[in-house]
């Protein structure tokens, strides 16, 4: 989940320079292939093109990652693991694109994809939520996510590093952080990367692969997007499946993509949106599917007409006169575009939700319920229930640098019983969501609320509420983003907001070019 609150947005407002050991310098690696198609920054589209057009395979673009991961990994550290099966997949998907009439196979076919490690995955990949605790688990079958993505001919390229069980085991441990795979570094400040998606992030940014998936439950997606310099959408809750993902709590985890640009996030959300069995919450979620897809709401003019709320309460982070002077710029380009701003808005309850302990202690029941039975749905595994986990950890400190790290949040959320306390804060915190997000939305008429990213994230997170992050700046060289939240349902308007937006400023560019020593 990331960002538990106050850690996160520390981490993520520390504008720490680079450190010594990255040298500036031309990049080394090649990056286009045989035929001049440069595959760094490429979107979908132009992937799909390139393929169309003979100036790329697959197994090019398969094997052009497999070298940035060589080489950048060992210092970022944004993938865990490589899917062994992923060169034969793009065989396969060249394959298919050669026995099919053009246009007719799905947008992601034939693209390479990174799943967070809280994603399962039946293959010849771990899933582990970063913990050595769930190293030799054997998965039921594939996340649902990851069975659409494999229907739609996506190649699984490997497994995203994570804030180790997206950061529910202690408040202590540095975001994008696990066991298995370290600490995650920020591309352009190789400072902290924020999570708890902080390789799906990172790995976007530096061209290490296509598009990738996170999750969030409190700002994991929002968090890493912004500071990475990349899109994340946080989907409403259930549009998404959690089947087969190592959860914290089912009333606020969302599977999401995390991309350099909206339209590949469109195209990725609509690849995983829909109904799946084995996670209920989807087929109350479905009626908020746009018949035909996600990619028809990328419109240049997506602003036009649109009312967006400016929630002022949300500033206050970073250098303040910087990111306030940039904000200021980037309302006056939403306005010019044609969006109606209606300013000075405040959610009227802000001080008793950031005061209220509901999200906590419902996180705190729901893990343990969740994370019992997710363990106890797997065909094999060295942990069978929280308990377990919390006995591996304690075994295996030197394994887990328990020592600097705790566990704190496990232990918390082992001690939880009963459900009655459960039950008042699940109807506190929807309380608190329909008195003040929801109240301001529909009072004022709002298509969506702009705001920094921020504590905002909080706000979308309590309420199950969909939001989309989209580049917005550099402060000395770290990135930071921009925020649209909206209504439960809402992503075709956010969609379109932010497609706009990002149109009209195109502020993402790639990490500096650099030589990486380890
Ligand atoms: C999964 O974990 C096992 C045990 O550490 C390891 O041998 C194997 O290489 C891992 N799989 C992948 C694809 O990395
Ligand atoms: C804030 O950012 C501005 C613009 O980059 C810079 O001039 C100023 O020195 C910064 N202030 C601090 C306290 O870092």
Redo the contacts with the bound molecule.
């Keep these: 989940m990331a960002c538990n609150t106050v850690g996160c947005f520390s981490l993520f407002f520390q504008f720490i320079l680079l450190i010594p050991l990255v040298i500036f310098s031309s990049l080394f690696l090649p990056t286009t292939t045989a035929k001049g198609f440069s595959i760094e920054e490429a979107t979908v589209y132009d992937l799909q093109l390139a393929f169309r057009r003979n100036q790329l395979t697959s197994r090019q673009l398969v094997e052009f990652y497999h070298k940035q991961i060589q080489t950048q990994n060992p210092v970022l550290r944004g993938v ?5 099966d992923a060169l034969a997949q793009a065989d396969k998907a060249d394959h298919e694109r050669k026995a099919n009439a053009p246009g007719t196979l799905p947008a992601l076919h034939g693209i390479p994809i990174l799943v967070k490690d809280n994603i399962a995955t039946k ?4 899933t ?1 939520a970063g913990s050595f605790a769930l ?2 688990s054997v998965v039921p079958r594939d996340a649902g996510v990851v069975t659409r993505l494999r229907e739609a001919g996506a190649i699984i390229l ?2 995203a590093t994570l804030s180790e069980w997206s950061h529910y085991r202690s408040n202590d441990a540095p975001s994008g952080w696990n066991g298995r795979g370290g600490e995650g570094k920020n591309p352009y400040t190789m400072d902290g990367p924020c999570g708890s998606s902080s390789g799906s992030a990172i790995s976007v940014a530096a061209n290490l692969v296509a598009v990738s998936l996170g999750s969030e439950t409190d700002g994991s997606i929002l968090c890493p997007s912004g500071s990475n310099s990349v899109v994340g959408i946080k989907p409403t809750v259930g549009l998404t499946s959690r089947a087969g993902v190592v959860p914290i709590t089912p009333l606020q985890d969302t599977v999401g993509p995390i991309c350099r640009t909206v339209s590949d996030a469109a195209l990725v959300l609509e690849t995983i949106a829909g109904i799946d069995v084995n996670d209920k919450a989807t087929i109350k979620a479905s009626k908020y599917l746009p018949r035909g897809g996600y990619a028809q709401f990328l419109k240049k003019d997506g602003l036009r007409g649109k009312r967006l709320g400016v929630v002022r309460t949300f500033y206050g982070f970073g250098n303040d006169t910087f990111m306030h002077d940039t904000f200021e710029l980037h309302l006056k380009t939403i306005r010019q575009k044609g969006a109606v701003l209606v300013d000075n808005l405040e959610i009227n309850n802000i001080q008793e939700i950031f005061n209220d302990q509901s999200e906590d202690i419902a996180m705190a029941y729901e893990f343990k319920l969740s994370l019992n039975a997710y363990l106890g749905d797997l065909v094999a595994s060295p942990v069978r229930s929280l308990a377990d986990v919390i006995a591996f950890n304690k075994k295996h400190p030197k394994l887990e640098k328990l020592k600097e790290y705790g566990q704190d949040l496990m232990l918390i959320a082992q001690k939880t019983n009963g459900v009655r306390e459960l039950k008042e804060a699940v109807l506190n915190m929807a309380r608190l969501s329909h008195n003040g997000f929801e109240k301001l939305m529909i009072t004022k008429k709002l298509d969506a609320v702009v705001v920094p990213i921020s504590f905002f994230v909080s706000i979308l997170a309590r309420g199950g509420y969909p939001g989309v992050t989209v580049p917005a700046g550099y402060e000395k060289g770290a990135p930071f983003g921009i925020i649209f939240g909206g209504l439960k349902g809402s992503e075709p308007k956010l969609i379109e907001i932010a497609y706009s937006f990002e149109q009209a400023t195109l502020i993402r560019k790639p990490p500096p070019l650099r030589k990486l020593k380890v």
């Design positions: 865990l693991e490589l899917n062994p293959d010849k990949m771990n582990t190293l030799g490997g497994k």
